[in-house]
């Protein structure tokens, strides 16, 4: 009996769609974009269902991010001491504020005269804070970190790096030859002092910088 019953739905469903393609066939543009549903009809309900998901993902990773950053500048308001500062930076290092925060902990280092961790802060914040003022100044100060716990070499390299950089704004490749210059006759290398000197003359910088390099002469 549901044999039979089977065999009738499917034959009227094959007469129905069999009606159909000749209603189709008749009715011209609306016939050829029925036909064309119905043989991609499969397609067109996956394409629709991945753009709906697609969509659904793209709103609820916008509203993870304002959520994310709503808490980190809440994290960041609250910030008291050195202790909950290190804490800021473990959970938001990579961000730009997770760098400002690094800068302020290597200023804090630099001031206790800590400079194994001040230029450790320093480099950390150049890192997040990317192709930014901020992060070529961070720059200048792990230099003369560097240099201050014993690695002179190395922190006159980086100062060095600052100063024949030509995409670096006058102002901080100024301050940079005179920190090369400070910490370089200080330390009797004279002849680096010269070569400094000479070369910032040939730069595009302030005539107050250029007067407080000459005068470490």
Not at 121 to 147: N, V
Request: with cysteine; charged share 25%.
């Amino acid at each position: 009996m549901f044999a039979l019953l089977h065999i009738t739905i499917c034959n009227c469903m094959v007469e129905v769609n069999n009606k159909m393609d000749e209603s189709i066939s008749e009715n011209g543009l609306y016939g050829r974009v029925c036909c064309f549903f119905q043989k991609h009809s499969k397609r067109i309900y996956i394409g629709l269902g991945a753009t709906f998901l697609l969509i659904l993902a793209i709103i609820c990773g916008r509203v993870y991010l304002d959520f994310r950053l709503a808490r980190m500048r809440r994290d960041y308001a609250n910030l008291t001491d050195n202790a909950s500062k290190v804490l800021f930076v473990k959970k938001y290092g990579k961000t730009s504020l997770g760098g400002l925060v690094f800068l302020d902990l290597g200023n804090d280092a630099f001031s206790r005269k800590d400079y194994k961790f001040s230029s450790s802060y320093y480099q950390s914040a150049e890192k997040a804070l990317g192709e930014t003022e901020f992060a070529l100044r961070a720059k200048i100060l792990r230099a003369i970190s560097l240099f201050n716990s014993g690695n002179r070499e190395r922190g006159l390299t980086v100062l060095n790096e600052v100063v024949h950089d030509k995409l670096v704004d006058g102002n901080l490749r100024a301050e940079a030859a005179y920190r090369y210059v400070c910490c370089a006759a200080g330390s009797g290398e004279v002849d680096k002092v010269n070569k400094i000197v000479q070369y910032s003359k040939g730069l595009n910088i302030p005539v107050r910088w250029q007067g407080r390099i000459e005068t470490e002469l």
